[in-house]
């Protein structure tokens, strides 16, 4: 079935380091989103990348979309405590004749002062 | 910006209780809202699409008599879990997005605990 695959599940840094997590679908997406959950909370949207090859920074945030529209990557720099929860990146499809988007699995980001 | 409010926040009941969860577009009308089920330190799993005025689609492996959604307005989709059990219990969260715009905006979810 359709999937989306994020990986490291989980990621502990110190602050100061950089932080990486990424996604892969095993079909072409029409855009991908990245949401940010902090813990007891509810998803909270970032951004999204709808072209091939869209790179898109929100500060320390930088975001890629890959060529074929099949990858993505989400790069802090120089984590901070404030960075801490659950990345999920979600690629919306067209699937059963509506627009779904399918989350990947998460990267869980502990930050150590 | 565009809120969605879900109602309860917490849910405590005995098994074979049904229990119904609100999802509700505040500033916005949704045609389309969705029901994900996340499970401790997973990822959202989508449930079910709800549309507005017609059947809800169920993605697969999702029993639809057990999860029942109804969406009567363009501002209000219910989910209803009938005769909940121990493996029932989760957290679920509704989202919605605005007509036109691809953001989905998510409720504040339900953690529905069955005893």
């Known amino acids: 079935g359709q999937q989306v695959m994020q990986i490291p599940q989980y990621q502990h840094v110190q602050e100061g380091e950089d932080f990486t997590t990424y996604c892969n679908s095993s079909?072409?997406?029409?855009?991908i989103q990245w949401y940010k959950q902090r813990p007891g909370g509810h998803p909270v949207f970032l951004i999204q990348?709808?072209?091939?090859?869209e790179v898109k920074k929100q500060k320390r945030l930088t975001f890629q979309f890959g060529e074929a529209k099949k990858n993505s990557s989400l790069h802090i720099t120089a984590t901070q405590t404030t960075d801490v929860g659950t990345y999920f990146c979600?690629?919306?499809?067209?699937?059963?004749?509506?627009?779904?988007?399918?989350f990947g699995a998460g990267t869980r980001l502990a930050v150590h002062p | 910006g565009a809120v969605v409010s879900q109602h309860p926040s917490r849910v405590i009941c005995k098994s074979g209780t049904s229990v119904k969860i609100e999802c509700r577009s505040l500033?916005?009308?949704?045609?389309?809202m969705f029901w994900y089920r996340q499970f401790p330190k997973q990822s959202l799993m989508l449930m079910a699409t709800?549309?507005?005025?017609?059947?809800?689609?169920?993605e697969q492996g999702v029993e639809k008599d057990k999860f029942l959604i109804n969406h009567a307005s363009l501002t209000l989709s219910t989910l209803t879990v009938t005769s909940a059990h121990p493996e029932d219990s989760s957290f679920y969260i509704c989202?919605?997005?605005?007509?036109?715009?691809?953001?989905?905006?998510f409720g504040d979810g339900t953690r529905l605990s069955i005893l």
């Open positions: 500033d916005f009308q949704a045609t389309t």
């Open positions: 989202s919605a997005r605005e007509p036109g715009a691809q953001p989905q905006h």
């Open positions: 079909t072409t997406l029409s855009n």
């Open positions: 709800s549309n507005e005025g017609s059947k809800a689609t169920y």
């Open positions: 979600a690629g919306r499809l067209f699937s059963g004749g509506y627009n779904k988007l399918i």
């Open positions: 990348l709808v072209k091939s090859g």
